[in-house]
């Protein structure tokens, strides 16, 4: 189960992010930024810089995970943060091929 809501990543949470951060030091204009919503809860971006947009958005909210990949598809709610990242990277690694 997901901490509870107003929490930092956990080190098991950072670990997934980190693949994540992997991926998009990988790929040319893309920058990631992380930060916390005003309840305190925890989410990620990454930011295509040369295209201007979002492609990837994970946050974790009441003790889920919401994945947005707004050039894809609708945002999915997942209970592990494994799931989430699994999820993402399926998506972006066909996005970057």
């Given at each position: 189960?997901?901490p ?67 050039l ?26």
């Open positions: 189960m997901a509870s809501p107003g929490t930092d990543w956990t080190d098991d949470e950072r670990a997934h992010i980190g693949r994540l951060e992997t991926l998009c030091r990988s790929t040319k204009h893309w920058e990631m930024e992380c930060s916390f919503t005003d309840a305190g809860d925890p989410w990620c971006v990454i930011y295509d810089c040369h295209e201007n947009r979002i492609v990837l958005h994970i946050a974790r909210i009441d003790r889920r995970y919401v994945v947005a990949l707004p894809r598809r609708p945002s999915v709610n997942t209970a592990t943060m494994k799931i989430a990242v699994d999820m993402a990277l399926a998506e972006l690694v066909a996005m970057t091929s």
